[in-house]
């Protein structure tokens, strides 16, 4: 009987990952995101800000993205809005990313040594998502940022 209960459940589970493998393809891009964009980004307050004084601060950002397949590349900038980008970071190239369906990860690396994680949900013309800065495997700053593209 448990032999027959073991052999019941292998299939069951084989069946199961059959099921999952058809009904889960492998995530693609669906869009295109090539092009400038152009947005805002606002650091989060809580007890990781390492400078308090930067709470809630709000930059002007833009990435000049180029996609070939799901790889992304290209260039951020950062220009002040209520206060000045974060370390005086104004921009760097874009490394190390990628988009899945529509979702994007972009990873900047910063002329101080740090590098940023944007991560978000692109639609056609707009993005809207998250970032983390780091430096020395420490977090910076995070936040929320959106962008729109410039047609």
Not at 28 to 49: D, I, K
Not at 102 to 115: A, F, K, T
Request: glycine share 14%.
């Amino acid at each position: 009987m448990i032999k027959t209960l073991s052999r019941a459940l292998l299939i069951g589970y084989a069946l199961l990952q059959a099921c999952a493998a058809i009904s889960s393809p492998a995530l693609r891009p669906t869009l295109n995101v090539t092009g400038n964009w152009q947005g805002t980004s606002v650091t989060a307050c809580g007890v990781m800000l390492l400078e308090q004084g930067r709470c809630n601060a709000v930059e002007r950002i833009s990435f000049s993205l180029f996609q070939d397949g799901s790889k992304l590349t290209g260039v951020y900038r950062c220009s002040p809005g209520t206060m000045v980008c974060q370390n005086m970071n104004e921009g760097g190239p874009v490394v190390a990313s990628t988009l899945e369906g529509s979702l994007g990860r972009i990873r900047v690396e910063l002329p101080d040594g740090s590098s940023c994680m944007f991560n978000g949900n692109f639609k056609t013309e707009s993005v809207v998502g998250g970032f983390g800065c780091y430096q020395g495997g420490g977090l910076l700053e995070q936040g929320s940022w959106q962008a729109t593209r410039l047609f």
